[in-house]
C-alpha cells in the first residue's frame, strides 16, 4: 500500500494538470497575459497547501465502495472531484479572510494582503468558484449523474452560506454580545458552515461517481425494506461534522501550541464555540458576569479570566462525557448499515470516525 506521501504527491498531480487545463482554457478566450498570469497565482496560491483532508476523502471513500484500487481513469475522475471541494474550500477561504479581515492563512499572508491583490480577491474568489464548475462541465458533462454533481455542489455552497450569515450576525469581532450565543445556534453554524461542505460533500461525489442509487432494497426482510443512502449518508455526516467542529473548539481550549500547531485565540476573536456556549449554559450567575466582562477581548489578563471559568465548570469532564456519548451514537448507527452489493458500506463513516475519534490536533 503506498505511503501517506505518495498518495498525496499523486492527489497533487492531479491539481497541476487541472490547473494547466483551467490556464490553458482562460488563454484561449483571448485573454492578456496579464491576466493569465494573475489567475494562474490564485489557483496556486489559494487552492493547493492544505491539509486536503476533505479532498482525499473523496478517492478514499471511491475506493472504499468499489473495494478494490481504482483504474487510472477512475483514479482520476475521483481526484478531480476532490479538487472540486478544495476549489470550493478556497472560495469560501478568500472571501471569509477579507470578511474577518484575517492576517495570515496557512502560514502565509491572506491573498487579499498579498501587495497588489487587495480587493480584486473578491473577484478572484468568485473565479475559484466558477472553476469548479468548469472542470464538472470538462469531465463529467457526459455522465448521467452529471445534473446531480452540478445540484450537490450548489446546494452545498447555498448550505455554507446560511452558516457563514449566521456566524457573522451571532459574532462579529468587534461587538461582543453573548446574548446571542447558544448552544442551538453553535449547531446550527457548524452544521452549515462546515459539516455539510468538509463532511457531506466529500462523500456524496464519491457515491455519485460509484454510481450508488438514489434507493436500493434490502433483500431478505420482512416487510420488504428501502434504503435511501444520500439521506442515510447525511444523517451519519453532518452529526460527524458537528462533533469534529466541537473537538476543533475544545482543543483550541485545551490543547497547547506543541500539540494543535497554534495558539488558540477562540476567546480573544469572540468565536461562537462550543466551550463557550456550553459554559454560558452551566455557570452561574456570577460566573456569567465574568464572561459577559471578559469574553472576546483581545487581553491576556481578560481571557486568563475566562479560562479560569471554563475551569470551575468543568468544561473538560463535560467534553469526556460529551466525546464518548456521540460516538457511541455515531457507532451504533454505522453498526446498523445493512450492507449490500453496489450500496453503502460501513468502513466509509468508520474511516472518518477512527480520524477524529480522541484526535489532538
Request: glycine fraction near 6%.
Amino acid at each position: 500500500m503506498s505511503s501517506k506521501a505518495e498518495r498525496r504527491a499523486q492527489f497533487e498531480g492531479v491539481f497541476d494538470k487541472i490547473r494547466d487545463e483551467l490556464i490553458e482554457h482562460f488563454a484561449g478566450e483571448g485573454m492578456p497575459e496579464e491576466a493569465v498570469v494573475w489567475y494562474r497565482n490564485n489557483l496556486n496560491y489559494n487552492v493547493p497547501g492544505g491539509k486536503l483532508n476533505r479532498a482525499m476523502s473523496v478517492v478514499d471513500t471511491v475506493e472504499i465502495l468499489k473495494g478494490r484500487s481504482l483504474t487510472e481513469g477512475e483514479y482520476f475522475k475521483a481526484a478531480v472531484l476532490g479538487w472540486c471541494v478544495e476549489l470550493l474550500q478556497a472560495y469560501f477561504l478568500v472571501a471569509d479572510d477579507i470578511m474577518d479581515t484575517s492576517i495570515t492563512r496557512r502560514g502565509q499572508p491572506c491573498w487579499y494582503r498579498v501587495p497588489e491583490v487587495g480587493m480584486i480577491a473578491i473577484n478572484d474568489s468568485f473565479m475559484l468558484e466558477a472553476a469548479i464548475y468548469r472542470l464538472l462541465k470538462v469531465h463529467f458533462r457526459s455522465e448521467a449523474y452529471y445534473a446531480d454533481l452540478l445540484d450537490l455542489f450548489h446546494e452545498t455552497t447555498y448550505q455554507t452560506e446560511f452558516g457563514q450569515l449566521i456566524d457573522l450576525i451571532t459574532a462579529p469581532e468587534d461587538k461582543v454580545d453573548l446574548s446571542k450565543f447558544s448552544l442551538e445556534r453553535h449547531r446550527l453554524i457548524v452544521i452549515y458552515k462546515t459539516a455539510y461542505y468538509s463532511f457531506y460533500l466529500p462523500v456524496a461525489c464519491a457515491m455519485l461517481v460509484s454510481h450508488i442509487p438514489e434507493s436500493y432494497a434490502v433483500p431478505n426482510t420482512t416487510p420488504p425494506s428501502t434504503v435511501k443512502p444520500y439521506d442515510l449518508a447525511r444523517s451519519i455526516l453532518l452529526p460527524l461534522g458537528e462533533y469534529f467542529q466541537i473537538q476543533d473548539d475544545y482543543l483550541d481550549f485545551s490543547g497547547t501550541p506543541e500539540q494543535i500547531g497554534k495558539i488558540g485565540t477562540d476567546i480573544v476573536d469572540n468565536k461562537c464555540s462550543w466551550v463557550v456556549n456550553t459554559a454560558i449554559k452551566l455557570a452561574s450567575p456570577e460566573q456569567r458576569q465574568i464572561l459577559d466582562e471578559n469574553y472576546g477581548r483581545k487581553d491576556a489578563e481578560k481571557e486568563k479570566k475566562v479560562k479560569a471559568v471554563f475551569e470551575e465548570i468543568g468544561i473538560r469532564k463535560v467534553y469526556g462525557e460529551y466525546e464518548e456519548r456521540v460516538v457511541g451514537d455515531l457507532n451504533k448507527k454505522i453498526g446498523e448499515i445493512v450492507e449490500v452489493e453496489g450500496g453503502l458500506k460501513r468502513e466509509v463513516f468508520l474511516s472518518f470516525l477512527g480520524k477524529i475519534y480522541k484526535r489532538s490536533k
